[in-house]
């Protein structure tokens, strides 16, 4: 992959984000892609399924795995427009996940650089290549502004 390529795919996962704030989800996209195709595109659900697992990165990752056919995804990358938290990472080293490119750190439960660095620690049987800070100013504005909107509305 090279930076327009990344600029894409990350564009794409904004779009994802933007559908789950219109949702009322916390507004985060991922995309799945092998190769140059797309292979599974989410946003958070976890309020719309009542599932605590429901983030966007597990969810794209489910469905790459059922279309790929194969739960070890090693030639994916992964796009987020946020700092994947344990969880998620944990999912990815479990897959295999060969890259993940995200948007805006998370400063708060961030599991690739900002609290945690689980996908890239050594003493685990599988590390990630990250690249941090693809969009990072458009992927915190929407997380702000949902926010912002979300404390007007309860005030």
């Known amino acids: 992959m090279n930076s327009s390529d990344d600029l894409n795919f990350m564009t794409i996962a904004l779009e994802e984000a933007r559908r789950g704030a219109e949702e009322g989800e916390v507004p985060v996209g991922a995309v799945a892609v092998v190769g140059a195709r797309i292979v599974a595109r989410a ?23 059922r279309v790929t056919h194969t739960y070890r995804l090693v030639d994916l990358t992964l796009y987020a427009t946020l700092e994947p938290c344990v969880m998620c990472v944990g999912a990815m080293v479990t897959a295999r996940v060969g890259r993940l490119v995200y948007g805006a750190r998370d400063e708060k439960a961030g599991a690739l650089g900002s609290v945690y660095d689980i996908g890239r620690d050594g003493r685990l049987n599988h590390r990630i290549e990250v690249a941090p800070g693809v969009m990072a100013t458009e992927c915190a504005k929407l997380l702000q502004e949902f926010f912002q909107s979300a404390r007007g509305r309860s005030a």
């Open 43 to 65: 946003h958070n659900r976890p309020i719309a399924l009542v599932d605590p697992t429901a983030h966007a990165e597990i969810l794209a990752l489910r469905e790459a795995a």
